[in-house]
Protein backbone atom coordinates (compact mmCIF):
# COMPACT_ATOMS: atom_id res chain seq x y z
CA UNK A 1 0.00 0.00 0.00
CA UNK A 2 0.54 3.81 -0.13
CA UNK A 3 0.46 6.02 2.37
CA UNK A 4 -2.30 8.78 1.58
CA UNK A 5 -0.22 11.37 1.16
CA UNK A 6 1.55 9.75 -1.72
CA UNK A 7 -1.58 9.89 -3.89
CA UNK A 8 -0.97 13.30 -4.63
CA UNK A 9 -4.77 14.21 -4.28
CA UNK A 10 -5.59 17.78 -4.02
CA UNK A 11 -8.81 19.58 -3.34
CA UNK A 12 -9.08 20.17 -6.93
CA UNK A 13 -8.77 16.33 -7.64
CA UNK A 14 -12.21 14.72 -8.52
CA UNK A 15 -11.45 11.98 -5.60
CA UNK A 16 -14.83 9.80 -6.08
CA UNK A 17 -13.29 8.01 -9.75
CA UNK A 18 -10.33 6.76 -8.25
CA UNK A 19 -11.57 5.19 -5.48
CA UNK A 20 -12.76 1.27 -6.22
CA UNK A 21 -13.90 0.59 -2.57
CA UNK A 22 -13.65 1.06 1.58
CA UNK A 23 -12.70 -2.05 2.66
CA UNK A 24 -12.37 -2.13 6.36
CA UNK A 25 -12.29 0.41 9.28
CA UNK A 26 -10.33 0.84 12.65
CA UNK A 27 -12.10 2.86 15.03
CA UNK A 28 -15.72 4.29 15.32
CA UNK A 29 -17.56 8.34 14.91
CA UNK A 30 -15.46 10.67 13.67
CA UNK A 31 -12.07 9.30 14.55
CA UNK A 32 -12.35 5.93 12.62
CA UNK A 33 -9.90 5.26 9.40
CA UNK A 34 -10.49 3.82 7.11
CA UNK A 35 -8.83 1.66 4.51
CA UNK A 36 -9.37 2.29 0.53
CA UNK A 37 -8.51 0.41 -2.33
CA UNK A 38 -7.92 2.81 -5.06
CA UNK A 39 -8.55 2.24 -8.80
CA UNK A 40 -4.58 1.24 -9.03
CA UNK A 41 -5.30 -1.35 -6.82
CA UNK A 42 -3.00 0.32 -3.75
CA UNK A 43 -4.29 0.43 -0.54
CA UNK A 44 -4.28 3.22 1.99
CA UNK A 45 -5.77 4.08 5.52
CA UNK A 46 -6.91 7.46 5.49
CA UNK A 47 -8.96 9.67 8.25
CA UNK A 48 -12.94 9.91 8.30
CA UNK A 49 -12.44 13.79 7.37
CA UNK A 50 -10.94 12.62 4.03
CA UNK A 51 -13.19 9.21 3.81
CA UNK A 52 -16.42 11.44 4.12
CA UNK A 53 -15.46 13.21 0.62
CA UNK A 54 -15.70 9.76 -1.32
CA UNK A 55 -19.57 9.54 -0.63
CA UNK A 56 -20.49 6.81 -2.79
CA UNK A 57 -17.61 4.73 -1.89
CA UNK A 58 -18.33 5.28 2.01
CA UNK A 59 -22.37 4.99 1.77
CA UNK A 60 -21.33 1.84 0.35
CA UNK A 61 -19.61 0.16 2.56
CA UNK A 62 -21.75 1.81 5.39
CA UNK A 63 -25.05 -0.09 3.93
CA UNK A 64 -22.55 -3.22 3.48
CA UNK A 65 -22.60 -3.03 7.16
CA UNK A 66 -26.03 -2.74 7.87
CA UNK A 67 -25.06 0.81 10.15
CA UNK A 68 -26.61 4.22 8.71
CA UNK A 69 -23.93 6.17 10.26
CA UNK A 70 -20.47 6.65 11.02
CA UNK A 71 -21.35 6.55 14.78
CA UNK A 72 -23.07 3.13 14.60
CA UNK A 73 -19.79 1.29 13.22
CA UNK A 74 -18.81 -1.69 14.92
Same mark, same amino acid.
Request: negative net charge; without cysteine.
Given at each position: =? $????????? %??? +??? #???????????? =? $????????? %??? +??? #??????????????????????????????
Amino acid at each position: =G $RLHSQIGLT %AET +DNE #WKVKGIISHRGR =G $RGAIFEVEW %ASG +DKT #WVPYSDAQSYTAALQDYLDILGVKAISQLP
